[in-house]
Structure formats: C-alpha cells, structure tokens
C-alpha cells in the first residue's frame, strides 16, 4: 500500500516548456486535490476532483489543466510554463461518509503525497 | 476574508516544554473539520490531529491536543512535552461540509514554524 505517489520529484524547466505532474493513490479515494506551496503563503488549491471523469477549479487554477481519466490517477498538466509557477506541487486524496439520513457529510483527511518541486527558469 | 489565520509565523520552545500554536478560522457553514498537519524539512505533510464541528470533545492524538473553542472559532494545537523532532512546519487547515460545499477541499493557513531547543 504505497499512499498517494506523485512523479516526478523534481524537474526544471524552460519558460513556455510543458509538462505533467502525475499524482496516483491505491486507496480507491473518491476525492484528489492538487495544491500548490510557496513561502509563506500555506498551501493553495489548483483543481480537484469528485470522482473519476470529473474536475473543478479550484482557488488558483490559471496556467493549469487537469485529468481524472482513471480513479487512480489525477494529472496536473502545465501547457506553457512560467516562472510564476515555480513551486512546490502536492497531490492529495481523501474519501467521505455519509451521516443518518444522508446528512452531515463528512470528510476524512486528506492524504498527501511526497511533493514536486518545480522550477522554471 | 482569509478562512484560516495562524499569527504566529515563529514558535520556540524548549526540549520537555509545551506550546501552543494558534489558529483561528472563519466559516458560516454549521458542518465543518479543523486539521493539523506538520510539515518537517523534509517536505511532507503529514496529518496529526482533527475536529469535527459536532465533536462535543475535544481531540487529543498523544502528544497533541486541539483546544477547540466554537464561540471564538479558535482551534489550537497544544504539543506537550515537546521534542527535538517535534521541529517543523505547523500547518492549520478546515474544511466546510454540509449542502453545497466544495466537497472536501482545505482551506490552509500560513503556517508556524516551530523550534525546538535543547
């Protein structure tokens, strides 16, 4: 039982270069999230995911695309990097519960993988 | 507004000691989660401690306490008999349930760093 995986665990790049950041949990989690960390400003969310085939953007989603082709797999696609996106990626899945009645849905934590950390020159 | 304030952005204390590190967070949503998570230099997140908003207790995992005040929408951690290890990044996040949420997404706050001194 790996967790949540993330490839690769560095990578540099040229400006308007592309690339993709690939996130892969064995949990069978209905719900991944893509983050983003920068100094002192915690941990922001890019898009996520409800379940597989679907997406949504999250707080600071621009210059990002993403895929749930696979209820494993959640890839974070970069089309044409800047150096605003120099940062560290992390990758989370996480699953809910229903209460009596259907309701209050809870949330269990969000398992996070290992991290990314990109640099664009 | 921001959803989760951390005012302190450097903690220290000593070996044996505890601390608080604090946080407050602002919702309107009746259903929500309150986490912790440390980040050591080494990069990753890991989960150490969680509140539910109906949870008439508060949490307590070992070492770490959250001292869960509702009316003041506080939500601290409180590390007892702090260790060397115990050195890293303290991140305060929630998460908003209920109808209509964003399904599960934290909102984090800036973080603590946290220096544990011999």
């Known amino acids: 039982n790996a967790g949540v995986t993330q490839t690769p665990k560095f990578r540099v790049l040229k400006t308007g270069q592309s690339m993709t950041l690939l996130c892969a949990q064995d949990?069978?989690?209905?719900?991944m999230y893509w983050y983003r960390q920068d100094p002192g400003m915690g941990l922001r969310l890019i898009h996520y995911?409800?379940?597989?085939?679907?997406?949504a953007k999250g707080e600071v989603p621009d210059g990002y695309n993403v895929s749930r082709l696979k209820k494993q797999n959640f890839l974070l696609g970069l089309e044409s990097a800047a150096p605003s996106q120099t940062s560290v990626y992390f990758c989370a899945s996480s699953y809910s519960k229903t209460g009596l009645a259907g309701w209050p849905r809870t949330y269990n934590e969000q398992f996070f993988g290992p991290g990314t950390r990109l640099t664009v020159l | 507004a921001q959803k989760i304030t951390q005012t302190q952005p450097g903690m220290f204390v000593q070996e044996k000691e505890a601390v608080t590190l604090d946080c407050t967070y602002d919702t309107s949503d009746p259903s929500y989660g309150l986490f912790w998570y440390k980040q050591p230099s080494s990069g990753e997140m890991i989960f150490l401690i969680y509140q539910g908003s109906y949870d008439q207790q508060n949490a307590t995992e070992g070492r770490y306490s959250l001292n869960f005040q509702k009316a003041r929408k506080s939500a601290n951690l409180v590390i007892s008999a702090s260790q060397l290890g115990d050195s890293a990044m303290y991140f305060c996040?929630?998460?908003?349930?209920?109808?209509?949420?964003?399904?599960?997404?934290?909102?984090f706050g800036r973080g603590t760093q946290l220096t544990v001194w011999p």
């Open positions: 995911s409800v379940g597989e085939g679907t997406t």
């Open positions: 996040a929630m998460r908003e349930g209920g109808r209509g949420s964003t399904l599960g997404r934290l909102y």
């Open positions: 949990m069978n989690h209905e719900y």
